[in-house]
């Protein structure tokens, strides 16, 4: 592959996005880093995807606003309060309202759009079918029918100038060894922003679902977690 | 059908998309009409869609600012001239610069989201394979495929509740049809933007394919377009 194929890789400013950063880069793609302010209450995840991206010296990073937050129906947008301290079978056996309506079908539409205007038709996304909240856009059959979605959709995929791939390089790994990938890649963890309900400082909350999948994450791979917390859980 | 369904409309203001909002409510639709600023240099059409969706007394009209003129390629978003003059075979036989990547993929993923916070299923837009300017995400191929995305997208499409419906009633249909069935239904098309590229008053150009095409189907319908141009064609 030439070392310079262009790739866009959605980056939140989380452990899961840093990482697949990393593994596009590692793959050698030219790595467009892309990021929303979609009116998440966590919004310090957009300063951390501004370090990562800088630190991991992109050729670009774009941080496009859409207001979703109008839609109502979510907990990451509204003001409904973020469930705490649930059990890894609770996240597995509901979808839970932090789940917001479309997200991944509207970042990758974005991502595949700037994707086709660089003449660019690889995607990457952080998304994790093993150790996840029950998202359904975080799943290998979401991700394939947004690929043939992409092939369709696009004068590049109908004129065949272009195959269009989305990568999911985490999907079926745990957060454990998503972690470890990124330790060998060399990904600072400290840079990241996982929590979904950080305080004013930004520190992570330690009990929501993010942040007990992380936790859980760092202590099976056997690896302390840089992350602030407001309480050590 | 209950009367209070309720669907999503794309409305850009222009001709099909004010036509399939009346067909939406033909149909007992209760309609959110979702409308896009997407930094398109004919921006008249969002007033339209503003006048539209009042006249038309929709349940709720939503404008969602999302900047896509920071990716560059298209005439709609950036300096680039639109095309004129050129014939139907010029417009059938090329994707024009007038293509915005991966539009009607960005606009049914948002509409997705909105619609599932609304816990409604039925998305309605108004694309056309017939009198079109070539675009990949004008045709049926698409169209089934964001279907397919959809319930594989969506916790109402996941959990069963809900089976998504993409809805496309122009898309088999020629200009001169589409006009007809507006008529029919009483659309006001003095309301409608169609032009890619209006004058400062907002005045139609007469020339872009969009006019052309709209010209031309008012012509096979045999009705007068009661929009404004600058020059007659």
Redesign the interface.
């Known amino acids: 592959m030439s070392a310079d194929r262009k790739a866009v890789v959605l980056l939140s400013g989380g452990l899961d996005s840093s990482t697949t950063l990393a593994i596009a880069q590692a793959e050698g793609f030219d790595v467009h880093a892309l990021s929303f302010d979609y009116g998440q209450k966590h919004r310090f995840e957009l300063e951390a995807a501004r370090k990562l991206a800088e630190v991991a010296g992109v050729s670009r990073h774009?941080i496009?606003?859409?207001?979703?937050s109008?839609?109502?129906?979510?907990a990451l947008t509204s003001d409904l309060a973020v469930p705490k301290d649930r059990s890894l079978t609770e996240m597995e056996s509901t979808?839970p309202i932090t789940?917001?309506?479309?997200?991944?079908?509207?970042f990758?539409?974005?991502a595949?759009?700037?994707?086709?205007?660089l003449e660019a038709s690889d995607l990457f996304i952080g998304v994790n079918a093993v150790d996840y909240s029950g998202y359904?856009?975080c799943?290998p059959?979401?991700v394939r029918?947004?690929e043939?979605?992409a092939n369709?959709?696009?004068?590049s995929?109908?004129?065949g100038t272009a195959k269009w791939k989305i990568h999911a390089p985490l999907i079926q790994l745990t957060k454990a060894e998503i972690i470890r990938r990124g330790n060998e890649l060399g990904v600072d963890y400290a840079l990241t922003h996982t929590c979904y309900d950080p305080d004013d400082e930004g520190r992570a909350c330690g009990r929501c679902d993010a942040c007990l999948l992380r936790l859980q994450g760092f202590a099976q791979a056997g690896l302390s977690d840089p992350a602030c917390y407001r309480i050590r859980a």
């Open positions: 774009v496009v606003s859409l207001d979703m109008q839609f109502e129906g979510s979808i789940y917001v309506p479309a997200r991944n079908t509207v990758l539409s974005v595949m759009g700037w994707a086709e205007s359904p856009d799943r059959e979401f029918a947004f043939t979605l369709l959709a696009t004068k995929g109908v004129e």
